[in-house]
């Protein structure tokens, strides 16, 4: 099991630039997530998909594009990259929340993708 | 609003316990979730409390009152390797996570 996957690993966009994040599970799970991290402050949710075919909305939302066209696979396109995109952008996953058993469902995230706007 | 309020940083001694606190206030409450990060890597899963009071998982203990809007993280005879950010999440009544910017902790030998 590789878990979470995220491609690039590293990336360099000039502003303006537009580029895809690839985001592939292997868990069968539900829910996907694309966050982004930046210094002090809090993990922020860009989009989530709540199966396959789904998106919706995040927190952070604007500049930001995704889809869901198969079950273990989740891209991030930025159509026109700007400097405040800077960030580590992370992945995840999860069983839907809420669920039976545990009454939780705990995310699993990608190693993450580095990404400098100049 | 939807606050997550958890110190910046904090060091402790190799072998001593430390506890990071974090306090909240969610639209709504679906449990508390503590991830722990290493620089540069993901952050993974360490305990989920969804019920008033302490859950022990080996050297790590998460305590959990829900009246108060309050939770700690307990770490028991540190270990180098426990340097890392420690990152506190509310899942909220949209069963989305609400994050803490996170409590870097520095052991020292």
């Known amino acids: 099991n590789a878990g979470v996957t995220q491609t690039p690993k590293f990336r360099v966009l000039k502003t303006g630039q537009s580029m895809t994040l690839l985001c592939a599970q292997d868990m069968n799970h539900e829910y996907m997530y694309w966050y982004r991290q930046d210094p002090g402050m809090g993990l922020r949710l860009i989009h989530y998909?709540?199966?396959?075919?789904?998106?919706a909305k995040g927190e952070v939302p604007d500049g930001y594009n995704v889809s869901r066209l198969k079950k273990q696979n989740f891209l991030l396109g930025l159509e026109s990259a700007a400097p405040s995109q800077t960030s580590v952008y992370f992945c995840?996953?999860?069983?839907?929340?809420?669920?039976?058993?545990?009454?939780?469902?705990?995310?699993?995230f990608g190693p993450g993708t580095r990404l400098t706007v100049t | 609003g939807q606050n997550i309020d958890q110190p910046t940083e904090m060091t402790a001694t190799e072998g001593a316990i430390v506890q990071i606190n974090c306090t909240y206030q969610t639209s709504g409450f679906n449990g508390l979730f503590w991830y722990q990060q290493h620089a540069g890597e993901a952050p993974t899963f360490l305990s989920y409390?969804?019920l008033d009071g302490l859950e022990e998982k080996g050297r790590f203990s998460s305590f959990l009152s829900r009246s108060k809007g309050y939770s700690y993280l307990l770490l028991k005879e540190l270990q180098m390797k426990d340097s890392a950010s420690y990152l506190c999440a509310v899942m909220d009544s949209n069963y989305q996570l609400i994050w803490g910017a996170g409590t870097k902790l520095i052991i020292k030998p």
């Open positions: 409390n969804v």
């Open positions: 998909s709540v199966g396959e075919g789904t998106t």
């Open positions: 995840a996953s999860s069983s839907a929340p809420g669920g039976e058993g545990d009454g939780f469902d705990e995310q699993y």
